[in-house]
């Protein structure tokens, strides 16, 4: 892959993930959707019957309102991650390096700088004759995409080389450089405990329960 096609290849790969998302979690929207719409109808209703002299109960009115602001936050949020949620890239291994939150965890919280200067990174690789990082991803297993297991040392080499040249890079982010030294750290300790990685596209943040107990029961690796 060329420095020119990372950032394709990374939408294309988040498309992929909203479709998938979109396709899991469809039943969760129509049930949001449904739940906000009666909802809002039995408010509407009510207040009409207020307005008409018409007293409702207190008790339907809480609970009207409270179903209207629980369907209204879950249908947000799904459409906020849907369409709206940052992406990063963080490691991926291929079994648990140690316990969250630990040394081990420390990459899977950053990398939004990683994602917005992927081309720009591939091109400094390039030029310091090492792997792009671009060849670490970004097939997800989660998405029933096959993962490109890489030995740590590899990845460990292009990131302290990164690291090393970014006065050679001048479009990068602004973060970068912290990004960096938290994927080092990490690539440091699979190395010593012999573990494979890859790197993955993450949409969304604050996730480090979603990835370390539910999706545990469907991937094959590990965050951390």
Known sequence: ???????????????????????????????????????????FASISSWREGVRPSPLTLILLAFGFISFGVVLGACLIWLFRAKARIVPYFARELGPYPGESAVAFGRGHDLYRSSAALDRLAATLGVRPLSTFGFGDDL??????????????????????????????????????????????????????????????????QSAGVFEARSRVGRFW
């Not at 990372?6 to 929207?29: F, N």
């Not at 297991?149 to 912290?178: H, K, M, Q, Y």
């Open 143 to 208: 998405y029933e995409q096959p993962v490109h297991w890489s030995p740590p040392s590899e990845g460990l080499r292009t990131v302290e080389a990164l690291r090393a040249g970014l006065g050679g890079c001048p479009s990068a982010g602004p973060d970068i450089a912290r990004d960096l030294d938290a994927l080092a750290s990490v690539l440091r300790i699979a190395v010593a405990q012999g573990v494979e990685f890859a790197l993955l596209l993450r949409l969304g943040g604050g996730d480090a």
């Open 1 to 43: 892959m060329t420095a020119d096609g990372v950032l394709p290849a990374l939408l294309e790969q988040r498309r992929h993930q909203t479709r998938s998302a979109l396709t899991r979690r469809g039943w969760v929207l129509l049930v949001s959707l449904l739940g906000l719409g009666l909802s809002a109808l039995g408010l």
